[in-house]
């Protein structure tokens, strides 16, 4: 099992009372002194930034485990996942992560097409996982109390993506433009494709994809639609060129 900044060891005593062997990330030197003092049983404490660590060198059928600081939080899923169409190396070995955070961010994670916590980040869990919130956590249940509501979430790796999309950079491409302006209609985000109007909309047509949706309406199946459609278009023109 591997932790995510263990912090003061709470959530790790738990775990150690479980038997399981634990590898524990931690960044903060105090913190790895303290934890180190503490002589838990099958638990070793690596020192060092998460966002840096080789996940792919603490074993197989891993499960990933943490109380993860809420302002980093995307980047520990982006780093453990990996981005669309370009997934972690150790993707593989990873079998289950459960992560307590910020109660906001898991409604982004388990969100649905049409509702105002749907964005990239939900879109990325989509391609990578199967999430689901498993529940929400009092902030009276942690030391220092914080300030916000918090909640458990679970996160399942797929064998593979969902999608079929032959372009993943692209993909997130046009997902990072549908969501820069999330208010405008998708389709008025897509200058980055330098294409004219009506083969935007052919290509929507296309796709089976209302030309009049804004991002947060579109699921990762009507993207990729929308991508494989812009891809071909563009290996169209470059052969005309």
Same mark, same amino acid.
């Given at each position: 099992?591997?932790?995510?900044?263990?912090?003061?060891?709470?959530? $790790?005593?738990?775990?150690?009372?479980?038997?399981?062997?634990?590898? &524990?990330?931690?960044?903060?030197?105090?913190? #790895?002194?303290?934890?180190?003092?503490?002589?838990?049983?099958?638990?070793?404490?690596?020192?060092? @930034?998460?966002?840096?660590? =080789?996940?792919?060198?603490?074993?197989?059928?891993?499960? +990933? !485990?943490?109380?993860?600081?809420?302002?980093? $939080? /995307?980047?520990?899923?982006?780093?453990?996942?990996?981005?669309?169409?370009?997934?972690?190396?150790?993707?593989?070995? !990873?079998?289950?992560?459960?992560? $307590?955070?910020?109660?906001?961010?898991?409604?982004?994670? !388990?969100?649905?097409?049409?509702? %105002?916590?749907?964005?990239?980040? /939900?879109?990325?869990?989509?391609?990578?996982?199967?999430?689901?919130?498993?529940? *929400?956590?009092?902030? =009276?249940?942690?030391?220092?109390?914080?300030?916000? /509501?918090?909640?458990?979430?679970?996160?399942?790796?797929?064998?593979?993506?969902? #999608?079929?999309?032959? =372009?993943?950079?692209?993909?997130?491409?046009?997902?990072?433009?549908?969501?820069?302006?999330?208010? *405008?209609?998708?389709?008025?985000?897509? &200058?980055? +494709?330098?294409?004219?109007?009506?083969?935007?909309? %052919?290509?929507?047509?296309?796709? *089976? !994809?209302?030309?009049?949706?804004? &991002?947060? @309406?579109?699921?990762?199946?009507?993207?990729?639609?929308?991508?494989?459609?812009?891809?071909?278009?563009?290996?169209?023109?470059?052969?005309?060129?």
């Amino acid at each position: 099992m591997l932790e995510i900044g263990p912090g003061l060891g709470f959530l $790790t005593r738990f775990l150690m009372e479980k038997r399981a062997h634990i590898l &524990a990330v931690e960044l903060d030197r105090e913190c #790895v002194a303290n934890l180190n003092d503490a002589k838990f049983g099958d638990v070793h404490i690596a020192h060092g @930034d998460f966002l840096d660590f =080789d996940i792919g060198t603490a074993g197989s059928a891993l499960k +990933l !485990v943490g109380n993860v600081p809420y302002q980093i $939080t /995307t980047p520990i899923i982006a780093h453990i996942f990996g981005e669309i169409g370009q997934p972690q190396p150790w993707l593989s070995q !990873v079998e289950r992560v459960v992560l $307590t955070v910020q109660y906001e961010v898991a409604q982004r994670f !388990v969100a649905t097409p049409g509702s %105002e916590h749907y964005s990239q980040i /939900t879109l990325l869990v989509n391609y990578f996982a199967k999430a689901r919130m498993l529940r *929400k956590v009092h902030r =009276d249940c942690f030391f220092p109390i914080p300030e916000v /509501t918090s909640a458990i979430v679970e996160f399942v790796p797929l064998h593979k993506p969902p #999608v079929d999309c032959a =372009d993943g950079k692209l993909l997130r491409q046009v997902i990072k433009a549908g969501f820069s302006k999330r208010r *405008k209609m998708f389709k008025n985000n897509l &200058a980055f +494709l330098k294409a004219d109007a009506d083969v935007i909309d %052919e290509a929507f047509s296309r796709a *089976k !994809v209302n030309p009049q949706a804004r &991002a947060e @309406d579109l699921s990762l199946e009507q993207f990729a639609a929308l991508t494989n459609v812009f891809a071909e278009v563009d290996n169209r023109k470059h052969k005309n060129d």
